[in-house]
């Protein structure tokens, strides 16, 4: 856990400043033909995460193929599900027509935190279920200042 504690002498309150993070990579050993999903539980190192606040989490699903250079895998579609401060569901699901046998390993590259870092920013942007083409969502960034902050 990279959150550093602050103790202070008010009351005898302990406060905490950081910015929890955690990231990861998990073997997706099925990877189901079209129209079907594979999930897997991925739990979270203990003590990272505060119970109290939302952990935000992203993934990218990644094609390992260290037997044959010229294989040419299909598209996959990633998501999440069930998150919470101590685990989250990675869900993988094959997209086209799934013609090709896959020889790939499949894994699932993963990141989780809470909060932003110093400077940063996270939110979310909710995009409507869609089947077809394209969905586009615009994300409205605050104006930045570069002025000092003391």
């Keep these: 856990m990279d959150s550093v504690i602050h103790l202070s002498n008010n009351q005898g309150l302990v406060f905490f400043s950081g910015f929890p993070f955690q990231r990861g990579r998990r073997h ?19 003590y990272v995460f505060y119970p109290d606040k939302p952990v935000e989490v992203q993934i990218t699903v990644n094609h390992i193929d260290t037997t044959d250079k ?13 998150v919470n401060y101590k685990q989250f569901s990675a869900c993988v699901m094959a997209a086209g027509y799934n013609e090709r046998k896959s020889n790939a390993n499949v894994t699932v590259d993963w990141m989780a935190y809470q909060g932003a870092p110093v400077g940063g920013i996270a939110g979310k942007v909710r995009i409507s279920q869609w089947w077809t083409g394209t969905t586009c ?14």
Excluded: Q
């Design 70 to 82: 010229l294989y040419v895998h299909d598209a996959a579609v990633s998501w999440v599900e069930n």
């Design 28 to 46: 997706m050993p099925h990877i189901p033909s079209l129209g079907y999903s594979h999930c897997e539980v991925i739990g979270f190192e203990p």
């Design 137 to 150: 969502k615009a994300v409205n960034f605050p104006p930045v200042s570069y002025g000092c902050c003391c």
